[in-house]
């Protein structure tokens, strides 16, 4: 069995802080794919390396992972904060500046792709029920279900839902309160 070296064990113990010091610093859960984003966009470690830090901090109790309305949410948990203030020292000023930012710049994308979802079920042969809503918190802001006669069309409004909520909410929300 080979010995791993102290640089191997400081970057396992580094990158596992990178990914605790995001979810402690964005305070909201998040889902699966927003911190598979985060990881790819800031290059501080491989995916592959990150997919295993992200099993093990789940297994050591230090990342709550939970499914919910389709998706798996991601959120630090109190035993996770102990150890990020116990080894907070380890990550460099230089990266916890660029961490802040990233969560600053992206914040508002995060929230509302964590509070919108959308998701459609088959009815019958040529009829789906295309489900959108918006949630801040425990509240339901608004729950829209459209009936619609093919699978493509429900992907389509989906999809779109994700891109478009707010501007839809806000027109709706307008037009209905005049």
Known sequence: MSQINQDEVHNL???KMIILYFLENIKIPISNQQLDEFILETNY???FEYQQYLTELSNQGLVFRHYEE???????????EQILSLLNNIIPDLTKKELDEYVKKNF?????????????????QNEYIV???????????FDL????PEAELAK??????????????KTLFNKLAK
């Open 70 to 80: 389709g998706r798996y949410y991601l959120s630090i948990t109190e035993h996770g």
């Open 108 to 124: 508002r994308r995060i929230k509302m792709n964590t509070e919108v979802f959308s998701d459609y079920k088959k009815v019958s």
């Open 13 to 15: 113990a580094l990158h």
């Open 156 to 169: 389509r409004i989906c999809k779109n839902w994700q891109t478009n909520a707010e501007e839809v909410y």
């Open 145 to 148: 279900k459209v009936n619609v």
């Open 45 to 47: 470690m491989s995916f």
């Open 131 to 141: 489900q959108c809503s918006i949630r801040e918190g425990n509240s339901l802001l």
